[in-house]
């Protein structure tokens, strides 16, 4: 079993930067891929950005592109989503998501095992 903690969302005027943690603690040695996804209110969930645990290789939804960064601390178990740039449009619940099977799609929701609760962030216009 994996536990997943999140932390650092808030509100933040347009332009604005805020940066979420995600800290994992239980079999975390056996960790495939983390990822962020954000729900929007009456939208479904939607992939955000992915790392593969072991490689470092990233992956991110093309909205975010250029705008947010994935990064992992290894040694502490730890995901990060640095936002720059924020948009009214980013306003959402963010979840941290990790699982522990190799698969080379990083982008559904179904293919994590563990979810955290959520964090929300907010992007006043």
């Known amino acids: 079993q994996v536990q997943l903690v999140e932390s650092g969302g808030g509100l933040v005027q347009t332009g604005g930067s805020l940066r979420l943690s995600c800290a994992g603690s239980g079999d975390t040695f056996s960790l495939s891929a983390m990822g962020w996804f954000r729900q929007a209110p009456g939208k479904d969930r939607e992939f955000v950005a992915a790392?593969?645990?072991?490689?470092?290789?990233?992956y991110y939804t093309d909205s975010v592109k250029g705008r947010f960064t994935i990064s992992r601390d290894y040694a502490k178990n730890t995901l990060y989503l640095q936002m720059n740039s924020l948009k009214p449009e980013d306003t959402a619940v963010y979840y941290c998501a990790a699982r522990v099977y190799y698969t080379t799609n990083y982008y559904e929701a179904y293919t994590y095992n563990y979810w955290g609760q959520g964090t929300q962030v907010t992007v006043s216009s």
């Open positions: 790392i593969d645990w072991n490689s470092g290789n990233t």
